[in-house]
């Protein structure tokens, strides 16, 4: 038999996650309207203005966190729910190769969604944009979102195969994407000028969520096996 | 050549001993038949073998690696079909068999063989796995490991679940796969059914085997 090398494998992955979100269409017809209403409802609880636009950077990257647990558990379910992560596993599949995989299409699918997210803030909450901040809010997104799709895979995995994984993703989770949140939403608050925030305020927090997001990648791509393993 | 050298392996589950001592030799291309009692081991044994269960004491080579220390070796050659059948439901019985070709660097004919083997036509085989009945479910999974080619075949009560058409395509793929040169390892309560095709029996009792 011929082997596919740890690339091959996390390109199969990250297909095959993308093919059962097309086929299923939980992001488009399930996260989105989740994550919209949750934006909705901090614009009605948050009435005024002033306080909207002080706050619109932190609330969507909070929408984003929170609609992510839903995507993050979609994605190992259909991996565990029939034991196919098992007979990946079995098999002697590269479980780095599952990693970087199922990051690449959990990547992909919280883009999406911070954009949407991220157009919904702008336009919920009044916000207006230059050339500068509109190149300062792609490098957050990019980064933070990379952060997020990295801790959410390795910790999704070592959650996936224990019991109460629902409630226990969100606790393992949201300690550790802290920084994300901060990071993300202090940079975004530069892209949106609040408060009189300058641009360039934002690019030290851009280079701590690219930090962040290599070393977990890092940290993931040595720890996943063995997760997965024991 | 031996395939798989057992002996005297021990292997503890929860504090209670799933294998008490089990030694065995499966030579190469043989059909070999694992029966026992429920509990007497068998899905104990096909795991042990795939390298998923720490060995306590006693020496386990399966396809000349040692299982303790070499594990991922083994499993790079071996297709292990268990109680489970390791499918992805959301996608369909082509899109899974694909997947597994994938691994592997089979080719779009061989992902199409494998599902006429196992009587996967078009329409089938299109379906979303999550839509299709326990045996055909089955049927998939079996194709998914038909278009590995693995050297050493793990089948856990492969029968299970199958109509009688079904079985006999599988027995008739067992036999191909065997005449190749893969060796088979079939853990069933069929008894009678695989010891027709099958060359030796394990037998298994409380963790232990009682004959070869």
Redesign the interface.
């Known amino acids: ?4 090398n740890v690339l ?2 996390a390109r ?1 992955i990250a297909r ?1 996650d993308l ?2 979100e097309w ?2 269409r939980v992001l488009v017809n399930q996260v989105l309207p989740f994550a919209a209403l949750v934006m909705v409802m901090f614009a009605f609880a948050l009435d005024g203005d002033d306080l909207l636009q002080r706050a619109a950077s932190g609330l969507a990257w909070m929408a984003t966190v929170l609609s992510m647990f839903v995507v993050i558990s979609r994605s190992f379910l ?2 565990t ?4 992560l ?8 590269d479980m780095r190769g599952v990693y970087v995989g199922k990051s690449m299409a959990l990547f992909l699918q919280l883009l999406v969604l911070n954009v949407v997210l991220i157009a919904l803030s702008l336009l919920l909450y009044h916000v207006s944009l230059t050339f500068e901040s509109a190149v300062l809010l792609v490098a957050i997104v990019v980064c933070a979102t990379a952060g997020l799709a990295f801790v959410g895979v390795l910790y999704g995995g070592l959650a996936a195969l224990s019991k109460g994984r629902e409630t226990l993703l969100p606790l393992l989770v949201l300690p550790v994407v802290a920084p994300v949140v901060i990071g993300a939403a202090r940079a975004t608050e530069s892209a949106y000028g609040t408060a009189g925030a300058r641009v360039g305020e934002g690019w030290p927090w851009v280079g701590l969520l690219f930090v962040f997001a290599v070393a977990f990648a890092i940290a993931g791509l040595l720890s996943f096996p063995s997760l997965i393993e024991e | 050549m031996s395939v798989v050298e057992f002996a005297d392996v021990v292997v503890t589950y929860d504090g209670y001993p799933a294998l008490a001592g089990v030694s065995a030799r499966v030579e190469s291309g043989q059909i070999v038949l694992v029966r026992g009692e429920n509990g007497a081991g068998k899905s104990t044994l096909l795991r042990t073998i795939a390298g998923l269960m720490p060995i306590e004491r006693g020496s386990a080579r399966v396809l000349g690696h040692d299982v303790a220390s070499d594990r991922q070796s083994v499993r790079a050659r071996i297709g292990m079909l268990s109680h489970r059948n390791g499918l992805f439901l959301e996608l369909t019985a082509r899109d899974n068999v694909e997947f597994w070709a994938r691994c592997v660097g089979a080719t779009t004919s061989d992902v199409d063989d494998a599902l006429d083997r196992m009587r996967l036509g078009r329409e089938l085989s299109s379906t979303l796995v999550s839509r299709l009945s326990a045996g055909q479910r089955r049927r998939v999974a079996l194709a998914s490991l038909v278009v590995r080619r693995a050297e050493l075949w793990l089948l856990d009560e492969p029968h299970s679940g199958l109509d009688e058409q079904s079985r006999a395509d599988l027995d008739a793929v067992l036999g191909d796969a065997s005449r190749a040169g893969a060796t088979i390892i079939v853990a069933s309560h069929d008894t009678d059914r695989v010891a027709k095709f099958a060359h030796s029996t394990i037998t298994l009792v409380t963790g232990r085997t009682v004959g070869s």
């Open positions: 038999m011929k082997r596919v091959g494998i199969m095959k093919k059962v086929r299923g259909v991996d729910e029939d034991g196919a098992d007979a990946m596993r079995t098999a002697g599949l």
